[in-house]
């Protein structure tokens, strides 16, 4: 029943920005968080950032610190990634996701956009 779409991904140039969209259906769509996951290839997937669906915690990897940042919209049911200052090693598939609870794994998954930062 519950679907998420990634949206907004694309090359760009080394220092650039992009924002990346994920909607979900229904309207009561009400999970406990939200994220945002990235795999290159030959890569698992690794986490990138993350928002309880109050929008009262974020969570970042180091890596992205200070250039992501993860912001959700509960009445458009989506979320969102700014994404600025990127650098090659941010190419990937970037995937959503959402977990029911406060704990375990997450619960459903988009299917992906991809990022490549080049230069």
Not at 21 to 26: L, N, P, Q, Y
Not at 48 to 76: H, L, N, P, Q
Request: aromatic share 12%; net charge positive.
């Amino acid at each position: 029943q519950v679907q998420l779409v990634e949206s907004g991904g694309g090359l760009v140039q080394a220092g650039g920005s992009l924002r990346l969209s994920c909607a979900a259906s229904g309207r009561t769509f009400s999970p406990y968080a939200m994220g945002w996951f990235r795999q290159a290839p030959g890569k698992h997937r690794d986490f990138v950032a993350a928002i309880s669906w109050g929008g009262d915690s974020t969570s970042y990897a180091d890596s992205v610190k200070g250039r992501f940042t993860i912001s959700r919209d509960a009445a458009k049911n989506t979320v969102y990634l700014q994404m600025n200052s990127l650098k090659p090693e941010d190419t990937a598939v970037y995937s959503c996701g959402a977990r029911v609870r406060s704990w375990g794994d997450y619960n459903y998954w988009g299917q992906g956009t991809q990022v490549t930062v080049s230069s």
